[in-house]
């Protein structure tokens, strides 16, 4: 991972584009990303695998720059939601449901 966001900040240095990468932006392009991302699947199910791949890709791109950006390790800061998600949907309660925790 640690290796993937440096070839990601090296790209972007070469290009001049940190200037442009304050957390605020990084934060509406990930949005901007997902919105593409989901036009992938609008309208039916069928969707191109390689332009998903792409869309995703610009997605994960932008979170990893955030995390960066905020000094937040991306493993970890993912280990320790799913921390929390266990506590919220215990398995005994959430197992094949898609309930909200506060309904559960």
């Known amino acids: 991972m640690k290796d993937l966001i440096k070839k990601i900040k090296k790209f972007t240095e070469e290009r001049d584009w940190d200037q442009f990468h304050s957390p605020e932006n990084l934060a509406k392009s990930i949005s901007i990303e997902s919105g593409e991302l989901l036009e992938c699947f609008q309208w039916n199910s069928n969707y191109n695998k390689e332009e998903v791949a792409s869309e995703l890709a610009d997605v994960l791109n932008y979170c990893l720059l955030l995390a960066d950006k905020c000094d ?18 215990p398995i005994e309660k959430s197992k094949g449901k898609s309930t909200k925790y506060t309904k559960l």
């Open 72 to 89: 937040l390790d991306p493993k970890q800061i993912v280990l320790n939601k799913m921390k929390e998600t266990e506590k919220k949907y």
